[in-house]
């Protein structure tokens, strides 16, 4: 939608959940997490809703992405080693490797500005 609400469109037609969108730093895609396929997976497509590319696939839940400030990366969390893990991709989806190894769970990963941590 517009910044003031007007425009507002539909990019997504399915029966799952899709959620947790974010828009890449240039505005050329928007990152989100849906279980179209069982357990929620990542997904990125373009600002119309066209384009759609699955970039995890994994039994396990990935959720919530953010994009790196220069937008080369994606941090997003997983429940893929037994509890919520943040987790770092490429922009593409290769890459897929664990940050840190915790006992709590790790929700909600934000980058820094400078993306240094």
């Known amino acids: ?35 179209r396929h069982g357990n929620f997976d990542l997904f990125v497509m373009n600002p119309d809703g066209s384009g759609l590319r699955r970039l995890t696939r994994n039994p396990a839940d990935d959720a919530e992405p953010a994009w ?3 937008g080369r ?22 890459g897929q490797r664990r940050l840190a190894r915790s006992l709590a769970e790790d929700d909600w990963p934000v980058w820094s500005p400078r993306a240094r941590k």
Do not use: C, H
């Open 1 to 35: 939608m517009n910044a003031d609400g007007s425009g507002q469109r539909r990019l997504t037609q399915n029966t799952a959940d899709d959620a947790e969108p974010a828009w890449s730093p240039d505005g050329r895609m928007i990152a989100f997490e849906s279980n």
């Open 73 to 94: 990366e994606i941090v997003f969390d997983s429940n893929r080693d037994g509890n919520a893990e943040i987790y770092v991709m490429k922009a593409d989806g290769t």
């Open 68 to 70: 790196s400030p220069d």
